[in-house]
């Protein structure tokens, strides 16, 4: 069992940064791909990244992001970020971090591979 928490959303300029943590409960967190999804209003949920556990920590990010946020794992903290900059008004969602076990490639951007959810946390880009 995984409990996830993200924290850190808020309001914010377009073009400015916001960093969102994602702090995990369970000692095998190390083993768990961790990924980041979005949901604006009227949109269905999206794949914004992840990172790959059990050692692995490949970083796959969503086309409309790349380049732009950064995922992170720190596993001796059970914590991922997800730093995010150059914001556009596009960027404004819910945002969610996600666990799963034994994800292989083709499904990290699948929401329905994950098994564990956070409670989301909003991100409002406007000026």
């Known amino acids: 069992q995984v409990h996830l928490v993200e924290s850190g959303g808020g309001l914010v300029q377009p073009g400015g940064s916001l960093t969102l943590s994602c702090v995990a409960s369970?000692?095998?967190?190390?083993?768990?791909?961790v990924g980041w999804f979005r949901q604006a209003p009227g949109k269905e949920r999206e794949f914004v990244g992840a990172?790959?556990?059990?050692?692995?920590?490949?970083?796959h990010y969503a086309d409309s992001v790349k380049g732009r946020f950064t995922i992170s794992r720190d596993n001796a903290k059970n914590t991922v970020t997800l730093q995010m900059n150059r914001l556009n008004p596009e960027d404004t969602a819910l945002y969610y971090c996600a666990a799963g076990s034994s994800i292989i490639l083709g499904m990290l951007r699948t929401d329905s591979a994950y098994a564990y959810w956070g409670q989301g946390t909003q991100v409002t880009v406007s000026s």
């Open positions: 369970g000692r095998t967190f190390r083993q768990y791909t």
């Open positions: 990172v790959r556990g059990s050692g692995g920590n490949t970083y």
